[in-house]
């Protein structure tokens, strides 16, 4: 693999863990809302899995101007929100984003050694099992 190469990945990993930053945030903001403590509990995990894949990826990111930018649309976006109901919806639609991106980074970086693609597939899964348990909630309320 050439050098060239592996900075795109790099690049393309950082993004990556940029994105999982930023549902840490989003997810903050979630349980500023959720008014269920069953609920509150749920986001709470989910907040300390986003910490515990930033750590396990072992990459420091910030979050960018556009990154606050998405942010603040992502409040505007669930400013409406009556109840936590409508909250877990969003919060899965939240979780099948993180899935779907992480998928795309195993396509389009076949190349990643097999560490970090099982650290992706782990992300990949622990969020599955993370919306899952979002709609048993959704059913409970």
Do not use: W
């Amino acid at each position: 693999m050439n050098n060239k190469h592996e900075v795109l990945i790099i690049s393309n990993l950082e993004k990556f863990a940029r994105g999982i930053k930023m549902g840490e945030q989003v997810f903050s903001l979630f349980l500023q809302k959720a008014k269920n403590e069953n609920v509150k509990d749920e986001i709470n995990k989910i907040i300390i899995s986003f910490q515990n894949h930033q750590k396990n990826l072992g990459l420091e990111v910030e979050t960018n101007t556009l990154d606050s930018m998405c942010l603040f649309f992502e409040k505007m976006k669930i400013i409406p929100i009556e109840n936590d109901f409508q909250l877990c919806k969003e919060m899965t639609k939240a979780q099948l984003m993180g899935i779907h991106r992480a998928l795309a980074f195993l396509y389009e970086n076949k190349t990643i050694e097999d560490n970090i693609r099982q650290k992706i597939e782990g992300i990949i899964s622990d969020y599955d099992n993370q919306m899952k348990k979002l709609i048993l909630l959704m059913k409970s309320l």
